[in-house]
């Protein structure tokens, strides 16, 4: 297998997830800001023109951040992050998609309109006017799933699994583009802290 790795929130999901895993797997960098990822060569390997990307032992690639995990998830026997049960794994994929879609996808958005604007504006649809809208969602819907977790130790109670490192990848990206966790928000800021101290955040 091998990873094709950039800068970014997203890449670093895959990375933490791999090293959570146990996994060992080859990367190679593409160069993001410099647009490598835009151009037919890495338009071959996903038509998206986004990182990352996995090739798999088939030789066939794999784009969009959970789906790689999940499908690393499921070729490993020992280990799992999404769950050992049916009823695990939907409540994994259940918090995974509320973090991705309510937090992670409109703070993203509200980076590339607003302070990304410069980076993407030539690369996709941008709404500049947006921007403070989506920062603003991404607010409030933190705010609600800091409620969500009082008493939990994790995103879905007392497993670790991807909703914890999809999250946390993110707060880490939003707090050098501007985007903080309010200090009042004390469940998320807390459940970063124990994350932060994992050996695989840095990852
Ligand atoms: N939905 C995609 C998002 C991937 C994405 O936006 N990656 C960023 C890096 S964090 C990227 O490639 N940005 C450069 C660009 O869009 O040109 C996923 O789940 O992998």
Not at 93 to 117: K, Q, S, T, Y
Request: proline share 4%.
């Amino acid at each position: 297998m091998k990873l094709y790795n950039s800068m970014g929130p997203n890449p670093h999901v895959v990375r933490m997830f791999i090293k959570e895993m146990e996994l060992d797997i080859d990367s190679e960098e593409i160069d993001l800001m410099g647009a490598k990822n835009r151009e037919s060569d890495f338009l071959k390997i996903n038509p998206m023109g986004q990182l990352p990307a996995l090739v798999m032992d088939s030789g066939d690639i794999l784009a969009e951040i959970t789906v790689i995990c999940e499908y690393l998830d499921a070729i490993t026997k020992d280990k799992t992050l999404i769950g050992k049960t049916p009823e695990e794994q939907a409540e994994t994929r259940m918090w995974v998609r509320r973090v991705d879609l309510n937090i992670c996808e409109p703070m993203a958005n509200g980076f590339r309109f607003g302070e990304g604007l410069g980076l993407f504006k030539d690369r996709i649809v941008t709404i500049p006017e947006a921007s403070a809208g989506l920062k603003k969602i991404a607010q409030t819907n933190l705010k609600w799933l800091d409620e969500q977790m009082e008493g939990k130790e994790f995103i879905v109670g007392n497993r670790f699994t991807l909703a914890d490192i999809l999250l946390f990848c993110f707060l880490t990206f939003g707090a050098t583009i501007g985007q903080t966790v309010p200090a009042e928000l004390k469940n998320v800021t807390a459940w970063q802290s124990r994350i932060g101290e994992r050996p695989s955040a840095g990852a």
